[in-house]
């Protein structure tokens, strides 16, 4: 019954897509299609609440789509219930806030169609219970996302991004192809049900994993695979942005979850090393990454990378005590993956939103033009802190509580008999705390430069406060950060039928515990209460500015401030961005970045200004992407010819390549 409540409203976002078309020339156009996405999204979310809660068995339904001998197979079970509440719940809070940032769209013709359409997408995606299905549904996601990112088509840069997202998401649909293609075996088994009964060799699980890593993992961002995102996320609609950054990429985790962790078989120990090398470079590079920006959509997407990166050391870790049998460590593991995975999806979302709400106010991405709105916005600028101190793993808020048990986690890796994990895992622990410091500091620098100090620009001095209904979107996801953060048991708890599933072991229950506290492992070793911390933060807060207004002088005093004798501060001469993170940039850059800073200082009685320049590279680009990029295009200059060939030689090329595929199955079945 969940199931078909679920498909029913996939069917119904489908719908919309054609309607938005038909109704693109009417005023009300954008409120029909936003609220009526916000409905179906809401009846999905409960309909997946309620299954997830109630721990109800799966749910399975064929229908005669698609392959004629094969058809169309979906499934509603634990892990995809718990990525239909994520998927969902992100689209109920992009369709609030685009019911008041749709009204400011410059073409929302070319959004309206594909963004029903997008979510339906995502929704199937994680529905689907056989290949062809899975396939098909990421492929169309991929192209729904790719119209949403170049509805804008007349900037150039918005373009180019679609381009190189349209080819770094045919990249990672080519991988999943070839991964469902080796867990089908020979004789083609593509359900999933088929897959986990085939029980693959050890051979075919790992190659699977390597395919998956590199498919699911090019979509949702791990490096070096990345380089999509901070070109995709900041040209899209800031509520598509939200999508993109906080659901789709959930979507990728998903599916390398469902391969790895129900299909691939039983994993072997060394899989967790791959997995957790990339995750710790993802992490920390997605940080200094974002550090570098002036951008705020920019800044917000490389911290997607970053937080991705997070997610994956807890698959990695969850994989590693799999594979050595203790399923108690591997269940804290994979329940701090799950975890940070719903998390990141409410912050991330709510910082977008914010991002949105400011380009809407004031026309500027670029932090260095911003400043000053904490007067004109100061309800965006509340929330919008509220998503930084909780990104930059902040008690009480949820950020923290999914960042303490990944370290929880990492805390248990001396068990572990594997020299190469003992001496890796902490490794990747240093790594995490690193970039759980560098991210409080960009977030810093975020809030500080783009709603602190005074207005850099006219445009910032003339901003107001958003329409209500984006407010109340970008609210309802700060209360959630709160209440995830506070109340983690309850959180922690509902995870459990998905960590039961796959890995055989959930944590223990929390939600019953004195003060609502979490004991991950046990009370002598570690516990943490989010209520506590909140009611002391309250009290203690209430208790100084009680003090300071009783007790403080009530003189005011109005003075001009310092400016090293000038009569009035120019706002230009504020710590800006870039200053904020030179010292940064001078200890990583050079090595991450090569950076380059040049300075020129005019000579004495010289009236120009002095200036400095600054150069970043991205290495990863310059060294992997612009080589093969120009080997392609050689290759494709001299495989040019074979469209000059003649009908005989079209004939003995083709009757080749058959004989090869011929002799390639005959050897493999």
Same mark, same amino acid.
């Given at each position: 019954?969940? *199931?078909?409540?679920?498909?029913?409203?996939?069917?119904?976002?489908?719908?919309?897509?054609?309607?938005?078309?038909?109704?693109?020339?009417?005023?009300?156009?954008?409120?029909?299609?936003?609220?009526?996405?916000?409905?179906?999204?809401?009846?999905?979310?409960?309909? &997946?609440?309620?299954?997830?809660?109630?721990?109800?068995?799966?749910?399975?339904?064929?229908?005669?789509?698609?392959?004629?001998?094969?058809?169309?197979?979906?499934?509603?079970?634990?892990? !995809?219930?718990?990525?239909?509440?994520?998927?969902?719940?992100?689209?109920?809070?992009? !369709?609030?806030?685009?019911?008041?940032?749709?009204?400011?769209?410059?073409?929302?013709?070319?959004?309206?169609?594909?963004?029903?359409?997008?979510?339906?997408?995502?929704?199937?995606?994680?529905?689907?219970?056989?290949?062809? !299905?899975?396939?098909?549904?990421?492929?169309?996601?991929?192209?729904?996302?790719?119209?949403?990112?170049?509805?804008?088509?007349?900037?150039?840069?918005?373009?180019?991004?679609?381009?190189?997202?349209?080819?770094?998401?045919?990249?990672?649909?080519?991988?999943?192809?070839?991964?469902?293609?080796?867990?089908?075996?020979?004789?083609?088994?593509?359900?999933?049900?088929?897959?986990?009964?085939?029980?693959? &060799?050890?051979?075919?699980?790992?190659?699977?994993?390597?395919?998956?890593?590199?498919?699911?993992?090019?979509?949702? /961002?791990?490096?070096?695979?990345?380089?999509?995102?901070?070109?995709?996320?900041?040209?899209?609609?800031?509520?598509?942005?939200?999508?993109?950054?906080?659901?789709?990429?959930? =979507?990728?985790?998903?599916?390398?979850?469902?391969?790895?962790?129900?299909?691939? /078989?039983?994993?072997?120990?060394?899989?967790?090393?791959?997995?957790?090398?990339?995750?710790?470079?993802?992490?920390?590079?997605?940080?200094?990454?974002?550090?570098?920006?002036?951008?705020?959509?920019?800044?917000?997407?490389?911290?997607?990378?970053? $937080?991705?990166?997070?997610?994956?050391?807890?698959?990695?870790?969850?994989?590693?005590?799999?594979?050595?049998?203790?399923?108690?460590?591997?269940?804290?593991?994979?329940?701090?993956?799950?975890?940070?995975?719903? $998390?990141?999806?409410?912050?991330?979302?709510?910082?977008?939103?914010?991002?949105?709400?400011?380009?809407?106010?004031?026309?500027?991405?670029?932090?260095?033009?911003?400043?000053?709105?904490?007067?004109?916005?100061?309800?965006?600028?509340?929330?919008?802190?509220?998503?930084?101190?909780?990104?930059?793993?902040?008690?009480?808020?949820?950020?923290?509580? &999914?960042?303490?048990?990944?370290?929880?986690?990492?805390?248990? &890796?001396?068990?572990?008999?594997?020299?190469?994990?003992?001496?890796?895992?902490?490794?990747?622990?240093?790594?995490?705390?690193?970039?759980?410091?560098?991210?409080?500091?960009?977030?810093?620098?975020?809030? /500080?430069?783009?709603?602190?100090?005074?207005?850099?620009?006219?445009?910032?001095?003339?901003?107001?406060?958003?329409?209500?209904?984006?407010?109340?979107?970008?609210?309802?996801?700060?209360?959630?950060?709160?209440?995830?953060?506070?109340?983690?048991?309850?959180?922690?708890?509902?995870?459990?039928?998905?960590? !039961?599933?796959?890995?055989?072991?959930?944590?223990?229950?929390?939600?019953?515990?004195?003060?609502?506290?979490?004991?991950?492992?046990?009370?002598?070793?570690?516990?943490?209460?989010?209520? *506590? =911390?909140?009611?002391?933060?309250?009290?203690?807060?209430?208790?100084?500015?009680?003090?300071?207004?009783?007790?403080?002088?009530?003189?005011?005093?109005?003075?001009?401030?310092?400016?090293?004798?000038?009569?009035?501060?120019?706002?230009?001469?504020?710590?800006?961005?870039?200053?904020?993170?030179?010292?940064?940039?001078?200890?990583?850059?050079?090595?991450?970045?090569?950076?380059?800073?040049?300075?020129?200082?005019?000579?004495? /009685?010289?009236?120009?200004?002095?200036?400095?320049?600054?150069?970043?590279?991205?290495?990863?680009?310059?060294?992997?992407?612009?080589?093969?990029?120009?080997?392609?295009?050689?290759?494709?200059?001299?495989? $040019?010819?074979?469209?000059?060939?003649?009908?005989?030689?079209?004939?003995?090329?083709?009757?080749?390549?058959?004989?090869?595929?011929?002799?390639?199955?005959?050897?493999?079945?």
């Amino acid at each position: 019954m969940t *199931l078909a409540v679920v498909l029913a409203c996939a069917v119904f976002l489908l719908a919309l897509a054609p309607l938005a078309v038909a109704v693109r020339g009417i005023q009300a156009a954008s409120p029909l299609i936003y609220g009526a996405s916000l409905a179906a999204s809401v009846v999905s979310l409960a309909a &997946s609440l309620v299954h997830l809660l109630a721990a109800a068995p799966p749910e399975t339904v064929a229908l005669p789509l698609g392959i004629p001998w094969l058809g169309s197979h979906f499934r509603l079970d634990a892990l !995809s219930a718990f990525f239909l509440i994520v998927v969902d719940l992100g689209a109920a809070g992009a !369709s609030l806030f685009a019911l008041g940032y749709g009204k400011h769209e410059i073409a929302p013709g070319r959004v309206l169609p594909f963004y029903p359409a997008f979510l339906a997408a995502m929704t199937l995606v994680v529905l689907a219970d056989d290949a062809f !299905s899975f396939l098909l549904s990421w492929e169309f996601m991929s192209l729904t996302s790719w119209a949403l990112v170049v509805s804008h088509h007349r900037l150039p840069e918005n373009v180019r991004a679609g381009y190189v997202y349209l080819i770094m998401a045919s990249f990672g649909t080519l991988c999943l192809l070839l991964a469902f293609g080796l867990l089908a075996g020979p004789d083609g088994h593509y359900t999933f049900a088929q897959m986990r009964a085939a029980h693959p &060799s050890a051979a075919i699980g790992a190659l699977a994993l390597l395919l998956a890593l590199l498919g699911a993992g090019s979509k949702a /961002g791990i490096v070096p695979l990345h380089v999509w995102l901070p070109l995709a996320h900041p040209a899209a609609p800031s509520q598509v942005s939200g999508l993109m950054s906080g659901v789709m990429t959930k =979507v990728a985790v998903y599916g390398f979850v469902r391969i790895v962790f129900d299909l691939a /078989g039983a994993p072997a120990w060394w899989w967790s090393m791959v997995v957790l090398a990339l995750a710790g470079i993802t992490t920390v590079m997605g940080v200094l990454y974002a550090l570098m920006q002036h951008d705020l959509k920019r800044l917000l997407a490389y911290h997607t990378v970053e $937080n991705i990166g997070i997610v994956f050391i807890g698959l990695g870790l969850a994989l590693a005590f799999k594979a050595y049998g203790m399923p108690f460590a591997a269940a804290l593991a994979f329940t701090a993956a799950l975890l940070h995975v719903f $998390n990141h999806s409410l912050f991330k979302s709510l910082l977008f939103f914010g991002s949105g709400a400011v380009l809407t106010a004031t026309g500027e991405r670029d932090m260095e033009h911003l400043g000053g709105l904490i007067h004109r916005m100061p309800q965006t600028a509340f929330v919008f802190l509220i998503g930084c101190a909780a990104i930059s793993a902040l008690p009480p808020l949820n950020g923290f509580v &999914s960042e303490w048990l990944t370290f929880q986690a990492i805390l248990l &890796s001396p068990q572990l008999p594997s020299w190469g994990l003992k001496l890796l895992v902490p490794a990747v622990g240093a790594l995490l705390a690193l970039s759980a410091a560098l991210a409080a500091a960009c977030f810093v620098k975020a809030y /500080g430069v783009t709603f602190l100090g005074r207005p850099r620009t006219r445009s910032a001095e003339t901003a107001s406060e958003t329409d209500s209904w984006s407010l109340a979107a970008m609210m309802l996801l700060a209360a959630l950060c709160l209440v995830a953060g506070i109340l983690p048991g309850l959180f922690i708890d509902a995870l459990a039928p998905v960590g !039961s599933t796959l890995i055989g072991a959930r944590m223990p229950v929390q939600s019953g515990l004195q003060w609502l506290s979490i004991i991950p492992i046990a009370a002598s070793r570690s516990s943490y209460d989010g209520l *506590l =911390v909140f009611l002391f933060m309250v009290m203690s807060g209430t208790l100084a500015a009680s003090a300071i207004h009783r007790f403080a002088s009530d003189r005011l005093r109005r003075a001009p401030a310092w400016d090293c004798g000038y009569c009035d501060l120019n706002p230009a001469a504020q710590y800006s961005a870039t200053s904020f993170v030179q010292p940064i940039r001078r200890v990583f850059g050079s090595v991450v970045f090569a950076a380059r800073e040049t300075a020129g200082m005019p000579a004495p /009685g010289d009236t120009r200004p002095a200036w400095l320049k600054v150069e970043l590279r991205d290495l990863v680009w310059d060294c992997l992407y612009a080589p093969l990029a120009a080997a392609i295009e050689a290759a494709a200059g001299r495989l $040019n010819r074979l469209q000059f060939l003649t009908i005989r030689q079209f004939l003995t090329l083709v009757f080749c390549a058959l004989v090869i595929l011929l002799l390639v199955l005959a050897v493999w079945s």
